[in-house]
T-cell receptor, first 114, second 114 residues
């Protein structure tokens, strides 16, 4: 069975603060893929990143960075210098082995205020 | 990323009527499409997986006679909510996959049954 846990239900920060969204996963597959999606109030899911289980390199994309640690089964997401436009629900998700279907975490609602 | 178009984005229907939602992959062939349902402030719940040309696989607890899924071509899947009731009001979102490790989402459909 696969499971994705996002323990933080809601986070509120002031603009320009850094914020880290936690994601812990469980899978028995040796090959798996991890994802982060952003869901703004309009509802669509915006793809942010995909990481495979063999690539533990951290990744940075502008103000976004991801820290993948297999030893702790975590794939955390950091937003540096947060902006109001970052306010959304963020989902971490997992595809394991040949399952091809995503297992989602419960999401973290991020509120960035001025 | 690839483009998945979902239509309509919003629909209001009367109780007892049926509603069809379309999901199209615009620039790739989607061998597999997934349908999710999302209640307010909750995560996405997978309803069913459909492969082109074959019957959909429904998740436990999802009524296949109520939520009819058709995946007649590599670029189109439809979800029909039959005899809709107010409790079917929800946000429905599809995703399309060309191979196992990709998942691109449509914009979602907000269904309101009155």
């Amino acid at each position: 069975a696969q499971k994705v846990t996002q323990a933080q239900t809601e986070i509120s920060v002031v603009e320009k603060e850094d914020v880290t969204l936690d994601c812990v996963y469980e899978t028995r597959d040796t090959t798996y893929y991890l994802f982060w999606y952003k869901q703004p109030p309009s509802g669509e899911l915006v793809f942010l990143i995909r990481r495979n289980s063999f690539d533990e390199q951290n990744e940075i994309s502008g103000r976004y960075s991801w820290n993948f640690q297999k030893s702790t089964s975590s794939f955390n997401f950091t937003i540096t210098a947060s902006q109001v436009v970052d306010s959304a629900v963020y989902f971490c998700a997992l595809i394991g082995g040949t399952a091809s279907k995503l297992t989602f975490g419960t999401g973290t609602r991020l509120q960035v205020t001025l | 990323g690839a483009v998945v178009s979902q239509h309509p984005s919003r629909v209001i229907c009367k109780s007892g009527t049926s509603v069809k939602i379309e999901c199209r992959s615009l620039d790739f062939q989607a061998t597999t499409m997934f349908w999710y349902r999302q209640f307010p402030k909750q995560s996405l719940m997978l309803m069913a997986t459909s492969n082109e040309g074959s019957k959909a696989t429904y998740e436990q607890g999802v009524e296949k006679d109520k939520f009819l899924i058709n995946h007649a071509s590599l670029t189109l899947s439809t979800l029909t909510v039959t005899s809709a009731h107010p409790e079917d009001s929800s946000f429905y979102i599809c995703s399309a996959s060309g191979h196992l490790t990709e998942a691109f989402f449509g914009q979602g459909t907000r269904l309101t049954v009155v």
